[in-house]
């Protein structure tokens, strides 16, 4: 009996705004499904090559070498002030930075507060992940009060060490900030989430309504010491409670636009 | 040839605006010039001053220790420049804010009424042209006939309302020397 | 073309602007801001981008990403500032983008004063950022010099891949003289092949001074070095005043220099075959033409406007063989011409030999002069 040739249908590939190539990323770090959705919505907005990638110091000063568009890397901190170069002689252009909270929220928080008090017209991907991944765990602006690093090997003491930051909160509090929110990467329902979330801040960045950032809670189950379930489970039980998932601003002319 | 100029006085007096009109004309005539301000702190309501080097070639150094011409606007600037002024040098001072005469006697002195001579033409914003006047007839570099056109050639175009009045001021300062009161 | 009144920093800004400039990042610092403010009218009038940075970390940082397009951009600070933009100075001579600086120095160290001073020297000519670097580094003495330097400075930098920093000073950046402004070069949104403006039909390229990989690494630095020895072979420059029949010379750069050159004629008034040797670039420096001379010379004076960082350069070029004399003032005090005049007059009256260091010499009479005792 001859039966039809089978369809091929498929379900699942890579975006053509990611590269070939494995990551250096440690196995259940969420860096990987950031970038993903990031590839994701640039592929469905289909402006690949629109775009001016903005790499940062930390775990992911390679993601250059992830994404398939033009990017630059800049120094510690400073990827907001190299993204407003960019933008500012390339106006019609996509930009976007890819920080870390170390980067973004401790050395380089000058940087990002100017960036969304001037209405920057770039996109801001932050991650979260509350230590400093590439150097080994120590404490960033992010850990949490009781928080062991190791350059906070009792804990955090927020008498001594001070209190964590947080950073949407702050950023969505300047006029020039458009779309700012916090999600988290910790289960499917939440990934899906914030890929509307980074969609909505580059459609913000397409509309020209400057400033947006996708603060994204992340694991980092090797220098947490958890298996990638437990780190997952940690951000539920411990980061949300301290890091609210909202919507902190949204600029009125985004209330018809749905992902 | 080369002269070198220093004009000082109070931030406010013009100072500065007066040391550029000279530096214009200069350049209009084809000379070298450089203007250099005294710039700093005292930018505000302190004491400013200006040098202006004026020469037939490639001017070296834009600020002299001796200076062929000083003028002095105020108090503090007779007492600071008038060691200064190279011998044989020019020392013009305004007689309206200071209280004593020039003591040096090797130097050409002349003590010039400014804020008075200002105030008759009816404005008191023109004391540092009454004191370029003064400058122009006792250097023998240019002519004020350049300056009056320097001064309508780079004056802002709003501003060029004041021009008459400085023309009288310029000619007022100039012909006091001619005319000296007592 | 007529001569215009321009003040130093208002025309570094428009030979800049000229030179088709496409983009200005910097933040106000004394005595450069005119510099700033000049641009903040002009460059939005042109349509061209113009941002008031947070600080010299976000100003450098924004040259950085502007420049990464292939935009032609500047910006300019002064001695403090640019000490802050040195992180990023590295960075983007690690990635091989062509910047141009502006630095118009003032007195230090510390914040100093506002006055002006010649101390970057070390900080630029030999450093930039954490070393193995070389800038281009061009200094002007007049304002015609920087119009000219300014103008043709992206060229130059966009030949090597590099920085070049234009060396002025708080004098220089506030002196008005008759200049030319040269004509204005139509704007162009360059597209180097080496540029990330967007990968529309092309592969991506990324842009980053990373190199894991130390055997990597260590190849990038002998290429820069290679590339460095094509400078020094087609850039440098210098000016020379009354050499020719010259027993002494005075060697200085920029404010110092043109100051000197009073002193030099003063002195040669005075029968005293003196002359001047100026270097516009101190980097690549003239050490050829610095070192020929010397042969023939029986005393060099180094004039400075800080402790003696090119007096080193000099001493290391003349290889101990011409006795070298020092006079310098420091912290944003200038030298008047009588006083290099008097240092001219003495190189000549009380020879030096080569074996004592031409800075202690200078120091202890300093010293005696200005705090007094022992």
Redesign the interface.
Known sequence: MVQAALEEQIVYSRPESF?AVQTHYCPGCTHGTAHRLVAEVIDEMEI?????G??SVGCS?FA??Y?????????HG?AP??????????PD?FVFTYQGDGDLASIGM??I??AAA?GENITVIFINNANYGMTGGQMAPTTLPGQQTSSSPNGRDVEVMGFPIRTAELLSTLDGASYVVRRSLHDPKNIRMAKKAIRMAFETQKQGLGFSMVELLSVCPTNWGMTPYQANQWVQSAMVPYYPLNDFKVHPALANFRV | MQTEIIIAGFGGQGVLFAG?VL??AA?DQGM??????S??PEMRGGTANCTVVISDE?????????PTVVVAMNKPSLDKYENMVKTGGVFIVNQSMVDREVERKDIHSVMVPANEIAEEIGDKRMTNMVMLGALLANLNILPVDAVEKALKD?LPVKHHKLLPANRQALEKGSSFIAAPVS | MT?E?LKGNVAIAEAAVRAGL??Y?GYPI??QTELLEYLSARMPELGR?F?Q???E???V?????????G?R?LSSSSSPGISLMM??IS?IYGTEIPVVLVDVMRGGPGLG???PAQADYNQIVHGGGHGDMHPIVLAPA?VQEAIDITYNAFDLAEKYRTIVVILAD??LG?????AELPEMKPLL?RQPDWA??????RP???????NIDPAKHEIFNIRMEQRWQKIIANEIRFKEYYLDDAKYAVVAFGTSG????????SARAKGIPVGLFRPVSLAPFPEQALYELSKRLEGLLVVEMNNGQMLEDVIKITRHQTPIDFYARTGGI?P???EIEAAILRMVEEPVNTTEHPRDRWLARLSQELIGGS
């Open positions: 590269t690949r090559e629109k775009t001016v903005v790499a000063v250059y070498n994404f398939n568009m033009d990017f630059v890397q800049a120094p400073r002030a190299m993204a407003t170069g960019v933008k500012r002689v390339l252009r000058g940087e507060v100017a001037r | 550029q530096a214009y350049m070298h010039v450089t203007w250099i301000p710039y700093g490639e001017i070296g150094s834009p600020i002299v220790s001796r780079h | 001569k009144m496409n983009a990042f004394t005595p981008a941002v940075a947070e600080s970390l976000g100003a940082n924004m040259v950085y990403g502007a420049a990464c397009t935009a951009v992180e990023g960075y004063n506002i006055a007049n708080g004098s506030q002196i008005m003289e008759p949104m990330t403006y967007g990968a529309e039909g991506k390229r990324f842009l980053s001074s990373i043109r100051i000197a050159l009073s002193a030099v004629r200038v008047m011409p009588e």
